[in-house]
């Protein structure tokens, strides 16, 4: 059973950055596909947004349109951490972020979830 922590998000202002990291438990790591999806306010569960995802080595990273360029993905399998750096955050970037887990790498469906961090982006 693997367990992810979400940390980093808060209220930032359009145009700044957050860093959001996500501590990994309960697994071997490096075993695992990490990704980055958002819930946006009066959003569904099953609307969730896919944001990024790296797979197990670091080797190949996966980005939503409306992130590219401005997120970027990382890991650390020492640690057990993925991160996600975001530049130049606007208001539609305000969400809860999750960290997901899989033995695939971009799964449809993820099997482990965090409890999510919310970023806010004010104009």
């Known amino acids: 059973q693997v367990r992810l922590v979400e940390s980093g998000g808060g209220l930032v202002q359009a145009g700044g950055s957050l860093r959001l990291s996500c501590a990994a438990s309960g697994g071997t790591f490096s075993r695992y596909g990490m990704g980055w999806f958002r819930q946006a306010p009066g959003k569904e569960r099953e609307e969730r947004e896919f944001v990024a995802a790296i797979s197990m080595s670091g080797g190949s990273t996966y980005y939503g349109d409306s992130v590219k360029g401005r997120f970027t993905i990382s890991r650390d399998n020492a640690k057990n951490m993925v991160y996600l750096q975001m530049n130049s955050l606007k208001p539609e970037d305000t969400a809860v972020y999750y960290c997901?887990?899989?033995?695939?790498?971009?799964?449809?469906?993820?099997?482990?979830w965090g409890q999510g961090t919310q970023v806010t982006v004010s104009s």
């Open positions: 997901a887990a899989d033995l695939v790498v971009t799964p449809e469906k993820y099997d482990y």
